[in-house]
């Protein structure tokens, strides 16, 4: 191989070197930007709960009912076993 072609090789792998740096960097910062929404939305929704439990106490819900809403907005099989769970647990009576 030349010279020449040498050092158009090695140019072409500098510049694909670079460009997979660069992707490292735009991928970091985007990770931190979503894990940044993440926490702030499980921020909210404890906050959410929190609010709900305190006003739950004194209004209190029939959580069948709570969980038919949920399979009317979904259709049926909609609801998750996870949002009964949470249903359970913020209706559960206090002892």
Known sequence: MSDFMMSQLQGLLGKVSDDVEKM???TNAHLDNVLGAIDDLAANIF???A???VLLEKNPVDPA???AWIEAQT???GSTPKANAIIDMMTAKKK
């Open 75 to 77: 259709g049926p099989g």
């Open 24 to 26: 490292g960097r735009s």
């Open 47 to 49: 906050a959410t709960q």
């Open 51 to 53: 609010v709900l439990a």
């Open 65 to 67: 009912k709570a969980k």
